[in-house]
């Protein structure tokens, strides 16, 4: 499974980006397919995550300002970024597992085996 994301850009503080992210495939049910980002210097980090029956889950620094998508027939996934902030600036990775969102893990880069190239976020004060 190939995964390509597309949406990324700049933006100043406040403003709002959509990202994209299709599976050259369909995914084997159950899966759980998100986004995560790494800013230069830091560790990679879990955004957002969805799961097969439309479970979702965010991380506590983006909760109420992303939600996240998906449109199975597409065997792709949304991140809808609003109100975005200069610690939001990062690369943009999606991630898919054939598995259910782990609840105990799900933020863990090594539970996801399919993984996109990035696409860059900058956001400017």
């Known amino acids: 499974v190939q995964l390509v994301e597309s949406g990324g850009g700049s933006v100043q503080a406040g403003g709002s980006l959509r990202l994209s992210c299709v599976a050259s495939?369909?995914?084997?049910?159950?899966?759980?397919m998100g986004w995560f980002r790494q800013a230069p210097g830091k560790e990679r980090e879990g955004v957002a995550v969805i799961s097969s029956d439309d479970s979702t889950t965010y991380a506590d620094s983006v909760q109420g300002r992303f939600t996240l998508s998906q449109d199975s027939a597409k065997n792709a996934v949304y991140l809808q970024m609003n109100d975005l902030k200069p610690e939001d600036t990062a690369m943009y990775y999606c991630?898919?597992?054939?598995?259910?969102?782990?609840?105990?893990?799900?933020?863990?880069?090594?539970?996801?085996?399919?993984w996109g190239q990035g696409t860059q976020v900058t956001v400017s004060s």
């Open positions: 991630a898919a597992a054939e598995m259910s969102c782990p609840s105990l893990t799900i933020w863990k880069s090594s539970e996801y085996e399919y």
């Open positions: 495939k369909y995914t084997q049910r159950p899966y759980c």
